[in-house]
Every structure is written in structure tokens, then in C-alpha cells.
């Protein structure tokens, strides 16, 4: 599942900067440095030591700063906070065991994004605190990565398509444990334009 979420979104993001070049876009848009806050939607895939892998939805809230340093290169930094749903995990031990748990995360991330008109791909790098909600409990703080892109589709507003990735040791009531969280969202970007 996880190679599957990284192939699709991979084709995706490739694929935009010619949609973006299909739009007629002239290369004077200038719209990258600012303000923004986001909302996305989309899927998260988990995996906890003990337990078996499960998808459920995962909703992520976020604001940040953008600046544009010249026509290549755009950096930017974010503070995040996203929630994955509870959902059922079998017990690796005793597969007729269900566990319900999911996850929050919150945190902050740098951006490295590189601009193509009204496209930017970006690759971003963060550290968060994630804790285990449901019926297991137990948190840490941990690097987080991934990558993705946005369009602007207008002033004030741009689409994104994100992947991002964060592994965390969480101690449980059979030692320590990694909880590992991939996320793939689709998400809207309003920007602040003063």
C-alpha cells in the first residue's frame, strides 16, 4: 500500500508542471512569498510494532510563511498539527484480537520548494511530537519528511498534493514500540495577499 500511495502521488506531481504549462501561464507570476494557512484531507497508513498496518482518514490543519528567493528556489517553514483516525489494528500475536488506536501530530516543518509559474514541487523536512490515541497511549517527539506540490489556482488560493512520513519509538505495554505514520493528503492553501 505504501509503494502504491508513493507511485501514484510521484505520477501526479510529475505530471502537473505540464498542466500548469497547459494553462498559458507566462512565467510573471510572482505569487510565493506570503502568508498562508491550509486544510487537508486524505489517507494514513500506520504501522505499530505488535500490530497489523491499517488506513484511515487523517485530517491536517496548517500555517506558515513562504518566501520566494529568486526565480528558482522558494523556502518557507510551517507549523502542522494533524489527526489519524482510530481505526482497528490486529494484534500480530493473536489475530482475533482487535486493537483500536490512531494517532496526533503536531510540529513544525522547512520547505524547499522550487517554482515553475504557478507550480511549486516542493520537498519538506520537520520535527513533531506524535502520540497514540484509541486504546494504547504513549507519545514521542521525531523527524518527519516528504514531499509534494502546490498550484496555484488563483490569488488567493492554491490545491496541494502531499506525502509525508514520520517514524516515532513509543514505549507501550510490550516495550518499546515504532509507530510508523505515512500520510497522503489533498489539500486547499488560502493566501494571505495584502
Same mark, same amino acid.
Given at each position: 500500500?505504501? =509503494?502504491?500511495? %508513493? ?18 501561464? #507566462? ?5 510565493? +512569498?506570503?502568508?498562508?494557512?491550509? !486544510? @487537508? %484531507? ?6 505499530? #510494532? ?9 485530517? +491536517?490543519? @496548517?500555517?506558515? $510563511?513562504? $518566501? =520566494?528567493?529568486?526565480?528558482? %528556489? /522558494? ?6 498539527? @494533524? ?13 482475533? !484480537? ?10 513544525? #516543518?522547512? !520547505?524547499?520548494?522550487? *517554482?515553475?509559474? &504557478?507550480?511549486? *514541487? $516542493? /520537498?519538506?523536512?520537520? $520535527?513533531?511530537?506524535?502520540?497514540? +490515541?484509541? #486504546?494504547?497511549?504513549?507519545?514521542? &517527539?521525531?523527524? =518527519? ?6 498550484? =496555484?489556482?488563483?490569488? &488567493?488560493?492554491? /490545491? ?10 513509543? *514505549? &507501550? ?11 497522503? +493528503? ?5 493566501? !494571505?495577499?495584502?
Amino acid at each position: 500500500m505504501k =509503494r502504491l500511495l %508513493l507511485v501514484s502521488s510521484a505520477i501526479v506531481l510529475m505530471a502537473m508542471p505540464y498542466l500548469a504549462r497547459a494553462q498559458g501561464m #507566462d512565467g510573471s507570476y510572482d505569487g510565493w +512569498t506570503g502568508w498562508y494557512a491550509g !486544510l @487537508e %484531507l486524505g489517507v494514513n497508513h500506520n504501522t505499530y #510494532d505488535g500490530f497489523g498496518a491499517s488506513n484511515s482518514m487523517t485530517t +491536517t490543519l @496548517e500555517g506558515g $510563511y513562504d $518566501y =520566494r528567493v529568486n526565480m528558482h %528556489l /522558494v523556502i518557507g517553514g510551517n507549523l502542522y498539527s @494533524e489527526w489519524n483516525s482510530d481505526t482497528n489494528h490486529s494484534l500480530d500475536a493473536f489475530p482475533n !484480537l482487535n486493537v483500536n488506536y490512531g494517532s496526533h501530530s503536531y510540529g513544525a #516543518d522547512f !520547505l524547499l520548494g522550487f *517554482p515553475v509559474n &504557478n507550480f511549486l *514541487p $516542493y /520537498v519538506k523536512l520537520g $520535527y513533531g511530537h506524535v502520540s497514540i +490515541t484509541g #486504546d494504547l497511549d504513549g507519545s514521542d &517527539n521525531s523527524i =518527519r519528511y516528504g514531499l509534494g506540490a502546490i498550484w =496555484r489556482i488563483g490569488l &488567493n488560493s492554491g /490545491v496541494l498534493l502531499q506525502y509525508m512520513y514520520q517514524k516515532a519509538s513509543i *514505549p &507501550n505495554i510490550l516495550g518499546n514500540g515504532d509507530l510508523k505514520n505515512g500520510n497522503l +493528503t489533498l489539500g486547499y492553501n488560502w493566501y !494571505l495577499i495584502f
